[in-house]
């Protein structure tokens, strides 16, 4: 960063489409390109699958992973209640901004942040406290569907990855290399 | 190939937003940490900048790049004649049949070939014809704003990246490491 210090983005990648989480894995592909430090941090557990962390292996040591999730509440039965979903994502918030604030990286990935928002595992406060605290040399990314108007109206590039057509629709169960 | 075959899909990211290209860059991570064998191939020259190439050879030897395209028709003034670049698209598809036959690749890409498409340097038959071409354990990705309804209504699945909002917008130039 001392060297070369780029304008960083505000990116949100939100809608119902597919691609999303695909988009934030192709922009450490480039990052690590520039020999960038990158952090990933994952706010809903499986959302991220095998070949998605088999593969980001071959970008280390730029990429560091960090799963803070604890699934999807209420989508996932997953035993766990509200309050242990909500200390996991006041966690993952704690490690967000640590990691946004400490200059180390040039791009931070907040994957499925939107979605912990949407879920009431993080609050607005939370949201905008994260936003202010980041370097403007920083590129931070925040993925998910359901981004707020505030997060949209907030970032510097927004795309909506819009669901025209889900192998769902054709009977195609998830496919591995593609879903997982 | 033979001890895995998952059921191949037709995947096609199109939209004016950002995050096409950069979703198919994910898709190499994800599809390497399986150990698969990538073939991207590149129809519009110039799309593809310093950041993700470099980055791709992290990704080495389960990806293979090929650059065809001849940059924009009528986009940057390059002094090529729409012969030339028709030429180049012709060897481009030519190369992404043999790609696609040849068994060797479980992902193949073909980076704004849409673009390709309506600019009028691949015909709708031979969109059809490379299609048609894929086995059926092959994901063929195809990318690029524009895309065909033919090829919409063909793929199983499809994901617009639509711009809400560009950083192009608030006066900011493209970024190292997130445009290029």
Redesign the interface.
């Known amino acids: 960063m001392q060297k ?1 210090s ?4 505000l ?1 949100v ?3 119902d ?18 020999n ?1 430090n990158i952090c990933l941090i994952q706010f809903v557990k499986g959302s991220w699958k ?10 280390e040591p730029n990429v560091e992973l960090h799963v803070i999730g604890e699934g999807f509440v209420g989508i996932i039965d997953d035993n766990k209640s509200f309050d242990e979903h909500r200390e996991a994502a006041k966690n993952g918030l704690a490690l967000a901004l640590e990691k946004i604030k400490s200059g180390k990286y ?2 931070v990935i907040l994957d499925e942040l939107n979605v912990a928002c949407s879920l009431g595992l993080v609050t607005p406060e939370e949201l905008e406290e994260i936003v202010a605290a980041r370097p403007s040399e920083l ?1 931070l990314v925040i993925t998910g569907r359901g981004a707020t108007d505030w997060l ?1 109206e907030k ?13 769902y629709q ?1 009977g ?2 998830a ?4 879903d ?1």
Request: aromatic share 8%; with cysteine.
């Open positions: 070369d780029p304008t960083g983005l990116i990648y939100t809608g489409g597919k691609g999303k989480t695909t988009a934030a894995l192709g922009m450490c592909v480039r990052a690590v390109g520039y960038w095998y070949g998605e962390l088999k593969g980001l292996k071959r970008l040039q791009l590129s949209k970032a510097d590039l927004v795309t909506e990855m819009k669901e025209i057509k889900h192998p054709k195609i169960l496919q591995k290399g593609v997982w």
